[in-house]
């Protein structure tokens, strides 16, 4: 690698976000010739794949600063630390500050991981960012960290308690970047729709997003990243019915599709419940598209109750489906729990994700022969209002948005005619 800074980067857009982040300040402050790894811990391979990377990149990197960070280093630092690899193990509270990324940052300590206890994190740092290099949306990070304790979920304890950013600051940011030229901002967060319980006067993600539409009408394009159906408020549905510009297309959190798995993973809704959600979405705003988190191989899930997850696919109109086959994080109630074969995991993760190409490829061949609004991400690909990649007939610029009519569809891809 020449000099300056690469990071590595894996799981959610938060963590994308936050790599701009840590890249930002890192170059400000003068860091030279490092390589920061950016790690998930959602599942145990997001893991395995980080000290993969970390082995990988020490190969090709050989006199670079080897910094780890990310949910995967704040929950298991000392596994980190461990690898002769790392120079350096940041926490992910520590790594959003500008002065962890000053090149003298550690210089004459012996202590290699710097990782502080995350639970005890009250306040959002102000770390927002002005705007993606080369990107056509930019992510405005407005929550971080959860409150809850479903028994498969690791990222607690890597992102700390639930904490909002005031309206006001996020207001401010989407102007600032809006100004420099984007024309698409994304809502993102770790529980995003528990946004504001940590507010003055509790303010609620659907309030935040009519706040934000009317306050910057010079904002082309909002889109709201993955949400929880069982905290989405009135005034979310009523932007979705009421406003144009929030894209009518949302990813919910959903991970099963049987009441009793439900219960067992403690989510807070079932089955009928994300059905109807699924309707009341479709009553307000008619062409939404709905993708689906869900997690395949739960312990104790049996073949009758997997079956419920497939026909939920259907039954609740999804679209776009992210799906996991279980894995079992230690420290959570899950891993104690009878378990289902990891290759039985595997194979139903395979049968969803067939069932969701499926309902994408309807999807996408229902849009054959209209005309689509479309924000171009490079100069032959742009995304629908719906998130749907089209790849276009002749060069556009990034950035920009553009009338597309669609000709036909190729694999996950619609065409322009």
Request: charged residues 25%; aromatic residues 4%; hydrophobic residues 45%.
């Amino acid at each position: 690698m020449s000099a300056g800074i690469e990071v590595i980067t894996f799981g959610c857009r938060l963590n994308a976000y936050e790599s701009e982040v840590m890249k930002r300040h890192a170059e400000n402050a003068g860091l030279d010739h490092a390589v920061i790894v950016n790690t998930c811990a959602v599942t145990s391979e997001a893991v395995r794949q980080a000290r993969q990377a970390i082995r990988k990149a020490r190969r090709e990197n050989p006199n670079a600063k080897l910094i780890v960070t990310g949910c995967a280093a704040q929950v298991e630092p000392e596994r980190f630390a461990e690898m002769a690899e790392v120079d350096q193990v940041v926490g992910n509270m520590e790594k959003m500050a500008a002065e962890t990324w000053a090149p003298d940052f550690g210089v004459g300590e012996t202590e290699k991981v710097r990782v502080a206890d995350i639970m005890a994190v009250r306040e959002t740092a102000g770390h927002l960012v002005e705007g993606f290099e080369g990107r056509a949306r930019a992510f405005v990070q407005v929550q971080n960290g959860c409150d809850h304790r479903c028994t498969f979920c690791i990222i607690p304890y890597g992102r700390g308690p639930s904490r909002s950013v005031p309206m006001g600051a996020i207001v401010d940011e989407v102007r600032r970047l809006v100004a420099a030229g984007h024309n698409e901002v994304v809502l993102t967060g770790v529980d995003l729709t528990s946004y504001g319980e940590d507010l003055p006067g509790t303010p609620s993600l659907g309030q935040l997003t009519r706040r934000l539409l009317k306050a910057v009408p010079e904002l082309p394009r909002l889109r709201i990243s993955s949400i929880d159906a069982a905290e989405a408020d009135d005034d979310l549905i009523q932007a979705l019915a009421e406003e144009e510009r929030l894209m009518p297309h949302l990813h919910l959190s959903l991970q099963a599709g049987n009441d009793l798995i439900l219960k067992r993973m403690k989510r807070r809704h079932l089955r009928a419940d994300a059905i109807r959600f699924a309707a009341r979405l479709r009553a307000v705003r008619p062409d939404i598209a709905l993708g689906a988190d869900f997690i395949a191989g739960f312990p104790t899930e049996t073949e009758e109750a997997f079956e419920d997850t497939l026909r939920l696919v259907d039954e609740a109109g999804l679209t776009y489906l992210h799906v996991f086959p279980f894995s079992p994080r230690p420290g959570t109630p899950a891993a104690k729990m009878p378990q289902v074969g990891r290759a039985v995991a595997r194979e139903r993760a395979e049968r969803l994700r067939a069932k969701g190409d499926l309902a994408l490829h309807r999807f996408l061949d229902s849009r054959i022969g209209r005309t689509e609004q479309a924000i171009v991400e490079t100069p032959l690909i742009a995304r629908s209002e719906h998130f749907a990649a089209i790849r276009l007939a002749a060069p556009a610029r990034p950035g920009d948005i553009i009338r597309v009519t669609i000709g036909a569809r190729s694999g996950a891809e619609l065409v322009a005619a």
